[in-house]
């Protein structure tokens, strides 16, 4: 399939999806210890894919688990520049359950993913602690502190990372 991705000079413009797994007051993000920042789980979404297929297709081709995608909990405006691109992505950030024998659960250690070829670390983080946890975009690290009780429209403006 084709993933919802306009690239325009030095401008690009996507749609990412992700999901938030709570477990026993942590959170589960995925990052890599090179450069300390770390993401929701999930990935971008594809021409003609619903988002929430996107976040159970992400999850199983990511970690090989299949996830309850649960309610929408934000649509995110994030606007960021990387290595001189400047990018405005849209997320859909779902609710999601993991498996109950889902080995992912042991919040005591990490686990590594692929990611098309692209190594990264799962790592679970107590959420009382985000705040110190380089999250991005940022903003998520106050909201996930409460999840809301109906879909949110976030906007998030990042300086170059």
Not at 4 to 9: C, E, F, M, S, T
């Amino acid at each position: 399939m084709t993933m919802l991705r306009l690239a325009v000079g030095d401008m690009l413009f996507h749609v990412r999806v992700a999901v938030v797994c709570l477990h026993d007051g942590h959170v589960l993000l995925q990052g890599t210890d090179d450069d300390g920042r770390w993401i929701l789980p999930g990935g971008h979404s594809e021409l003609l894919e619903p988002t929430d297929a996107t976040a159970r297709r992400e999850m199983r081709e990511e970690f090989g688990v299949a996830v309850e995608v649960g309610r929408l909990l934000w649509v995110v405006e994030n606007f960021f520049t990387t290595a001189g691109i400047r990018t405005h992505q849209i997320g859909f950030i779902y609710e999601a359950r993991l498996p109950s024998d889902c080995g992912l659960l042991d919040t005591t250690r990490d686990f590594v993913g692929d990611d098309s070829g692209a190594p990264f670390i799962a790592r679970w983080f107590p959420i009382a602690l985000l705040p110190d946890t380089r999250l991005l975009p940022s903003s998520l690290c106050e909201a996930l502190q409460s999840l809301p009780e109906t879909p949110q429209h976030l906007v998030h403006l990042d300086v170059e990372s």
